[in-house]
């Protein structure tokens, strides 16, 4: 799974980098980040978590995420630290990410995200922060605690995943965390539809005619476009006006990394915003009328 690919990822850049001369920035910025992921990855190791079978089923018969906020095993310190080098490396890549306010990481600037508004962060509210923050500062803060999250979330995935019966899920939302999807593939064997979480990267099945994001079903609002070789597809909803890119993995006998796909398919993203697509937040319809809504996914980072 995740933590694996990580590393062969960055193996993977480092032989673009030698073949090429220089990574395009957006792959650089894309490479420090997961360095720093991928060290956490090693510090946090195996996670274990008090949660039975009967719990894990339970909550995936009744539509809720596996993993409630306060299931989380986190070392907090090591979040902060993971936070800050994240925001270091943010900060150094002012040209690929434009709204990045310069002072970013100084020592007066210096973020630190209270338990409070990561609880928040994490279950898809809107983030408890002073009424000065900009719509900006609250978008970047978001992102960096994106990134600074994931090794945790990817370590907890990995411990739940195999854990979860996932023919029963078919939800639009992440069967561990609740995130959003923000990437998918149709796997080698049938063309079948698998979302991918845009937060702990876990991989389930969905339906192949029906927006995640609204769940409509009518083929009137769906279409997708693909690209010359049919490997990638745009699908987008003209109800929720949200989009998804896809790779259908039938059309290539390469090894596939799906974290890196995301980054590698940047001009999709483009592509789809100038059409006026946004990436899409699926409402969570658990058992018991609560009904949420997702934590936007962020795949436009650059
Ligand atoms: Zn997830
Ligand atoms: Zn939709």
Known sequence: MTVESDSKTLER????????GALPKSL????????I??????????????????????????????????DLAIDWSLLQNVFDEVAALFASYQEVLREVPENLGGADHRLSPSKEVVQAWYEGARLPLPKATSDTGEALLTLIIHGAFRPFLIRHCEA????????????????????NPDFAFLDKERGGRWLVCSRC???WP?????????????????????????????????????????????????????????????????????????????????????????????????
């Open 201 to 203: 990267d876990a991989e």
């Open 28 to 35: 650089e910025f894309y490479r420090g980040l997961l360095r």
């Open 13 to 20: 850049l480092d032989e673009q980098e030698g073949h090429e």
């Open 206 to 302: 969905f339906q192949r005619l029906q927006c995640p994001y609204c769940g409509t079903q009518n083929q009137d609002d769906l279409a997708y476009f693909t690209d010359d070789k049919g490997l990638y597809r745009l699908h987008v909803c003209e109800r929720c006006r949200s989009y998804l890119k896809t790779i259908d993995l039938r059309q290539t006998e390469d090894e596939i990394l799906l974290p890196l796909e995301r980054y590698l398919t940047l001009d999709i993203d483009t592509q789809a915003h100038n059409d006026g697509y946004r990436p899409g937040s699926a409402s969570r319809k658990e058992e018991g009328g609560e009904t949420m809504r997702g934590n936007s996914a962020k795949g436009d980072e650059s």
């Open 160 to 179: 739940l995943l195999k854990l979860v019966n996932l023919e029963q899920w078919r939800r639009g939302y992440c069967p561990i965390c609740g995130g």
């Open 37 to 70: 992921q991928s060290a956490a990855e090693s510090r946090i190791g195996a996670v274990e978590l008090n949660l039975s079978g009967e719990t894990i089923g339970d909550r995936i018969r009744h539509g809720t995420p596996v993993l409630g906020f306060d």
